[in-house]
């Protein structure tokens, strides 16, 4: 898909502080693959042989880690060459061009749309645009310029912040807080109640759940992700958490900031995880394990055991990645393990045989 | 976040059946953790260590399985001592306490809100309440005092029972049957088509699902969980069956009373799980397994044998958990293991040749 | 649950391309279960033994992979024997039969339910039912026939096809595509934004995405599954996809034609699967992992490596079915072989003792 906006690769270059070699007037209209490059397109390349295939596309431009005069003489052909932004961050600096070239999400219409329900006491800010069939409920407050798509539901009490963009089907929970910026995608529920019973030999009783869920600013939530209020304190994401998919966040976890999960993964009661952590798609955090900052768990790690600051785990009981690599591929080995054993019992009691015989 | 309702310390105990100790007149207002006690607040404090700890907050009152007198002398600095509930089951009494201290669900409108949807065949009981864009299809019935929060789809046939709660965005599939008090959360699906087809070289021939999905009394289905009609029978759970969020529920399980599950769980087309067993999260329960009364399944299982009533199970496959925990353990010494068998062989080879050429 | 419509055995065998047994004017109104068998229901049953229980309920009409005649004397008590359709693929001439019999889904009426919202730009095909609160956001198109049930939101440029029908509460992302005669049950999501960030030591830079979801036809979508666009281009699924709940979707992954997944499964980013491939429940595929035609993913596998075309694989890291169980009931037995080990060390010891001091 293309977009609108038009840029030339000169405003580019400037915009993510690349350097250009070659055309800087050619005029780009939007980012593809390499196999769809054309004219107008910027493409990304990362080493040496990406920026050669990328040089032989019809693409206007190029982002690359690589600078072309590295590459020796001019790809034979006559045809111009694309013009090249080199940017040591290469993947960052296409990740920027983009955002300039990105024609944004869908706009809703400012004001409520007629078959929105908005209760009296709500408060909305300037240029909120709430969608068709938008629920906003009592004393609930929305942020400025604010976007609620088609069939959003704020629960009594909850806020959400400035320039927000909640998309269709989101609910968020009774007095829960969205901070600024933030994006949540369609059907995700924030703010659902904490799963809290008490169970005995023959009774299970419900622990009613008091806290909420607040959300930090610049956050993004998946689509049917599903964050918990807490049982009496509150269930925290800091800021610039980016949470993917089918995400289940448990009452009383606490999410540090600049955290990144990949889909179905699932965070139990009272987890902790520190700043810049890096959480792969369907792990599963223990109830109230903590993973330090910085800290990394591959995918479908299983995390029992708190990890430390910068560690990096996998597997299930999860544990040092390098060791974790190296027992499961022994595991591999083990019928050959268990042949060897075999063999060398049976040589061992020749042994003894031609020994005599042993007390043991 | 606090509540609203208002009693003494010498009601709580009396509700909850606990031996009260100390002050017996102190109005409580709200339950909350030990962090946040204040002077009308109640805490929970589960044995010696957490009850000093709780002794030394603000907190008007605490729930304990801890009498307070065994602690020693009081401690010192004049404030007056929190009152103490001693109860031998102190989460079920501090469950309980909370249960009164709640002011429950936000409360929807009695009667059906103007851009409510209900089909002229549906009956709806008395005091219930239908929130905005709710849908109710033909043939539905809404038992009295039953709650549908906005934009709640109750699809033809479909029947919900006295006293329910449907969360913001719930979908109860053709012909399905809620029981009395059973509360479903945001965006969940009950009564979703069975996944059915027949597979062969090259065709994949849909089975039509002509089952319905049957939820006992006083049950809790979680946040964007998904249960499945049955093919031909009904999709059981029976009563007071607990599922967290992102649970799925294949066609034709049926899950005895008394039941929790934690999120992410999925139960494959024909488990039968029995009365009172405790499965935690991402647990896979295999196409027709049984778990028994009582069983215990644990995080992350993958259950592909029949688990006893009783039982305890971990790992995939899922074997006892005690076993399970011990090989797991074995594995991280996969690396000595494969080492010290190298080692034996050089050994024994090198005692083989110190014994002169064999046969073998 | 009974269904309304009404054919003769003879009707049915016909339809199925069966060879019929006994009775060929009997009404059949209705399939079950054994259990619920009764005078005007088609049952079905795989196996001899299958076939001698079926016999003996009140079924009127069986549907086996067994001739009866193969059976030996017919059972005593003078009731008339059901009626037997023998077909060699009998699961497949059961569904055929099903399908039949099947009532269909719930029909919205024809034309624009007068809550509905639809954009003027949109195209609506002839005999579109659109239900209420459903939005229809500008540019897009629907196909003839189609079903839009409560709810339903498309995003501006997104197009479906002819004769789908989509649940309640499904979301369509913008410009996304869905094939003609797909089904899309209650609350999916096809066309979430892809997840994508570039996050560095101190920072986390959005990666927008340009590309789009396109269904192919004859695909069923589960219920809160969430299938996300394509970096610059697009995700992509075949034709006649059977996706079970709860499955998640990366960006731009390419699924084939005629694959099943079953529930919780997971595609990351980029993973290919070849047509006819079957992916069990709870799977992981990794980001860019190739699954060949007619590949086997068994549940639970996590999927690090290619699988080639009829591969079958099981286990995380994902392996040769075959290997990977027998690897796997190895570690059931590690406990034994780690004490075998340490028995085997004493006796070499022992053997070295014998021998007099050695050099090693």
């Known amino acids: 898909m293309d977009t609108r906006r038009v840029y030339t690769v000169a405003d580019l270059a400037s915009h993510v502080g690349g350097t250009l070699f070659g055309q800087d007037s050619t005029v780009i209209t939007a980012a593809t693959s390499l196999e769809a490059a054309h004219a107008n397109a910027i493409v990304f390349a990362e080493g040496r042989q990406a920026l050669r295939r990328a040089l032989g596309t019809p693409a206007g431009a190029i982002i690359s880690d690589v600078r072309p005069d590295v590459l020796g003489p001019p790809v034979p052909g006559g045809r111009p060459f694309p013009a090249v932004i080199f940017a040591s961050r290469a993947r960052r600096a296409m990740a920027e061009a983009c955002q300039l070239l990105f024609e944004g999400y869908p706009r809703e219409a400012v004001g409520r749309h007629p078959t929105a329900v908005v209760d009296p006491t709500a408060t909305l ?41 909640l998309f269709p089907g989101v609910v968020i929970g009774p007095n829960c807080v969205i901070g600024a910026r933030s994006i949540i995608h369609p059907n995700a529920v924030v703010g659902g ?10 009774y299970v009783t419900k622990q009613p759940q008091f806290g909420r869920v607040v ?16 049982t009496f304190d509150d269930t925290v994401l800091g800021d610039d958490v980016k949470l993917d998919n089918l995400v289940q966040v448990g009452h009383n976890v606490r999410i540090g900031s600049h955290v990144q999960v990949s889909a179905q993964t699932a965070f139990a009661g009272r987890a902790e995880i520190g700043d810049y952590a890096l959480i792969a798609g369907q792990v599963g955090i223990y109830n109230g394990i903590r993973v330090g900052e910085r800290g ?25 990645s390098r ?37 043991t």
């Open 125 to 165: 800010g300037e240029g909120v645009a709430v969608g068709p069939h938008v629920v906003v409920g009592p004393r609930c407050r929305v942020g400025g310029r604010t976007t609620l798509r088609a069939g959003v539901v704020l629960d009594e009490g909850a806020a959400v912040g400035d320039d927000c963009y």
């Open 193 to 202: 109640e904490g799963f809290g019973f008490v169970a005995g030999e023959d």
């Open 215 to 230: 959300v930090g600013t610049d956050c993004e939530i998946g689509a049917c992700c599903t964050l918990d209020r807490g």
């Open 296 to 320: 990394r768990v591959k995918a479908r790690a299983g995390v029992l055991r708190n990890v430390p600051p910068g560690g990096d785990v996998w597997g299930h009981p999860a544990r040092g």
């Open 323 to 359: 060791a974790a690599i190296r027992e499961t591929l022994l595991i591999e080995r083990l019928p050959k393990m268990a042949r060897e054993l075999e063999r060398l019992r049976a040589r061992v009691a020749a042994l003894e045989n031609a020994e005599g015989p042993r007390g």
